[in-house]
């Protein structure tokens, strides 16, 4: 009996290859789409002074004859077509699924109780889009990132649009913005710009984490540098207590082994240098201790902008008393101010769009619309906390671990500084979300699934 020829393993079919070349060019689209809403800078500061180079690409997030923008509509595209494909669909978590789903619906039907109360239906339009463009945006992504790797490949474009926005931020303040460095409510680009440059810091952190090689750890550093210069030059407070509540966070959340051992030594060698730094430069107004002026500004001392932000704040939990404390006013409705002193009533939605996001949620949905709203934040905390901790692959905890620091960061933008009618807050939410829709299953933490091994050379 002839001996039987050795079975030859075969390559992917031209069907499969095909379906993986569609796969990651729509994954570019979406990175693509992503670097260039935070990428725009038609509305950023230095724009007076020289070109922002950028600026062209606004129309993408302005609202068409039909009031949707032409980045929702790309993403209605993409999101369907991913929902005709059933060979590769997946399956959503569900604990996630149906929290985004809790959150479209308080959302329309806080919609509808506001205008039904006489709210403004304009503004109410206003004040919960990006809420819908939240959720729609967190399923697109999931649809079509589902791996560590994915995800990993999505973070380069965000890297990328946050380089930009630093690099023009240096060249605002070498330029015309040293002047003015350390003012009152100045800064140089934008307020969002927060949210880039911390999860930017928090990206080079993990990857350095996962990749353990020095010249890695050099370049990422740099990097970090380079964000953090950003950060001074725009002089947004926030900035330096999310990213201390980011590191936080991350070295809580890592597993013990090298890299917690790593962070320890860092710590104890940096932990004397910065206690001088804090003991030498407390109260002195140097440009270089502006970090030490922007933490004595959010709790001892108050400035024009912390007044201001004070009496904003009492003016939403003025509404709030005034309101059911239930269901709040609705939307379409803006709160009451107790003093015009600080008034920035030449902006329109001024008092439809707060900056103390929690506090205008409260107001504008009281407890009921709050924890429908707001119940997808402890939701992915929890489970890209879990991949963090109990993961197997070393990249899927590190991208979890990246995942819970965004959250961290994004609250701490709610609570401060425009966070819920900002693009960059929400949508790195978004892509938190999507994590949470995926990293769970994949890494065997949730459901009794057994981990999804990651593909070679991913």
């Not at 926005?165 to 003015?180: E, K």
Request: hydrophobic residues 50%.
């Amino acid at each position: 009996m002839a001996a039987s020829s050795p079975t030859r393993q075969r390559g992917p079919s031209v069907a499969s290859r095909a379906g993986l070349a569609y796969a990651t060019s729509v994954r570019k689209l979406v990175g693509l789409l992503l670097f260039l809403v935070f990428a725009d800078d038609y509305e950023c500061a230095y724009g007076t002074h020289f070109k922002a180079l950028m600026a062209w690409v606004n129309p993408l997030i302005e609202p068409t004859i039909i009031k949707v923008r032409p980045f929702d509509l790309i993403l209605c595209f993409i999101l369907l077509a991913a929902s005709f494909d059933k060979k590769n669909r997946a399956p959503y978590l569900k604990p996630m699924r149906n929290a985004l789903l809790v959150t479209l619906t308080t959302t329309v039907l806080w919609f509808v109780y506001g205008v039904v109360r006489g709210g403004d239906a304009r503004m109410a339009s206003w004040q919960t889009y990006l809420i819908l463009s939240t959720i729609l945006l967190s399923f697109t992504v999931a649809a079509t990132f589902r791996t560590s790797a994915d995800f990993a490949g999505l973070a380069k474009w965000f890297i990328a649009a946050a380089l930009y926005r630093a690099l023009m931020c240096w060249i605002a303040y070498f330029s015309w913005g040293s002047v003015i460095l350390g003012e009152s409510g100045a800064f140089l680009t934008a307020h969002g710009d927060t949210i880039t440059w911390v999860v930017a810091i928090v990206i080079l952190i993990a990857n350095a984490l996962d990749r353990r090689k020095w010249s890695v750890t050099l370049r990422n550093s740099a990097g970090i540098v380079f964000f953090l210069g950003a950060i001074q030059w725009n002089s947004r407070r926030v900035a330096w207590v999310s990213l201390a509540m980011a590191l936080a966070v991350m070295y809580w959340l890592l597993p013990r082994g090298a890299a917690k051992r790593a962070v320890v030594r860092l710590v104890r060698v940096a932990g004397p240098v910065i206690v001088l730094y804090v003991v030498v430069g407390w109260g002195r107004q140097n440009p270089i201790f502006l970090p030490l002026r922007a933490l004595a500004s959010v709790t001892t001392q108050e400035d024009s902008s912390t007044k201001a932000r004070n009496a904003e704040n009492l003016g939403l939990i003025g509404t709030s008393k005034y309101s059911s404390i239930l269901t709040g006013t609705g939307w379409g409705f803006g709160y009451a101010p107790i003093s015009m002193k600080y008034s920035i009533a030449w902006i329109e939605l001024w008092k439809y769009e707060p900056h103390n996001s929690i506090l205008g949620l409260l107001a504008f949905t009281g407890i009921l619309g709050f924890a429908g709203i707001w119940l997808p934040v402890p939701t992915a905390v929890f489970l890209n906390a879990r991949v963090a901790r109990l993961g197997t692959d070393p990249r899927t905890r590190n991208v979890a671990l990246v995942g819970v620091a965004q959250l961290i960061v994004s609250a701490n933008q709610f609570y401060g500084d425009i966070g819920i009618f900002s693009n960059q807050a929400m949508y790195v939410m978004a892509i938190t979300y999507a994590m949470a829709l995926r990293l769970p299953i994949r890494a065997g933490v949730w459901g009794g699934s057994a981990p999804v091994a990651p593909p070679r050379g991913g």
